[in-house]
C-alpha cells in the first residue's frame, strides 16, 4: 500500500483560497499517482489536513463529495477506504454548456431536474422509512422557517430535495447530483438576482412531503411536477 511518504504521489499545501474542491482535486490525483485500489484505506484527516494545509472541515466536505460518489466508504473506527479506483478525471465530470445564457442553461437542467427528481419522488414514496420521514419534515420545518423569516430559502431547499434523494435508498441519484451540480445550484443562487424566483412552488414542498408520507408515489410525482412547473414559468418570466 501507497504511503504518504511515497515521493512520486506526495501530497502539497494548497494556497489558502482553495476550498474543498482542490482538496477533492488533490486527494484524487493523489490516489491515481499512488496508484490505490479498492480496499485500500486512504490518509487520516489529521494527515490531510497536515499535507494540503487546510481544516479538517474542509478535509471532511471533500471526503463526503467521494461518499456521495460512492468510491470510498467510512469504516467505524478504522478509516476511509477506497471502493474503486478514481482519478481527477473520473471522480467529478462538471456539465458543459454551448450557450452562456442563464435562461437557456436553466431550461436545459430544468428537463433533467424534471426526471430525476419526478422518479426520486416516487421512489421516496415506496421506500421512505420512519427515519427518513423524520429526516425530511426537519428539513422541509427548518425551510419553510428561513422561507418566512427571509423570503428565500436557497440552501435548505436544497437540503430537502436531498433528504428525499437519501429516502429513496438508491445512491445514484446522489451521485447523479454530485455529477451536476453545478449547473443544479444555478437555482439556489437566486437566478436573475430575483430571491422572490420560485417562491410560489413554496407550499407544494409541504404537499410533496405529505404524499412521501402517505407512501403515494402518483402523488409524489405530482406534487414535485407542480414545484417544476412553477419553477418553468418564474424562469421564462424573469428572464424577458
Known sequence: MATMTNARAALLPLPPA????????????????????????LPTER???IALGVGRSTIRES???????????????????LLRPISGATVHMPLSFETGRLRDVLLQTLEVR???????GMVAARRRTAEDL?????????MERVQIAKGTSGPEDLAFHLSIYDATHNPLFKQ??????????????KPFDRPDFARRSFPFHR??????AAGDPEAAREETLKILAIVEEDIKEMSK
Open 134 to 142: 423524520v429526516n425530511i419534515k426537519q428539513k422541509l420545518d427548518e
Open 176 to 189: 447523479l447530483l454530485e455529477q451536476m451540480r453545478g449547473a443544479f445550484e444555478h437555482f439556489w443562487e
Open 207 to 212: 404537499t410533496l412531503f405529505n404524499a412521501i
Open 47 to 49: 494527515e490531510l489536513t
Open 18 to 41: 482553495d476550498r474543498a474542491a482542490q482538496v477533492t482535486a488533490a486527494l484524487a490525483d493523489y490516489i491515481d499517482r499512488a496508484n490505490l485500489g479498492a480496499g485500500d484505506r
Open 63 to 81: 471526503i463526503r463529495h467521494f461518499q456521495a460518489l460512492g468510491v470510498v466508504e467510512a469504516r467505524k473506527g478504522s478509516g476511509t477506504y
Open 114 to 120: 424534471r426526471g430525476i427528481e419526478a422518479e426520486a
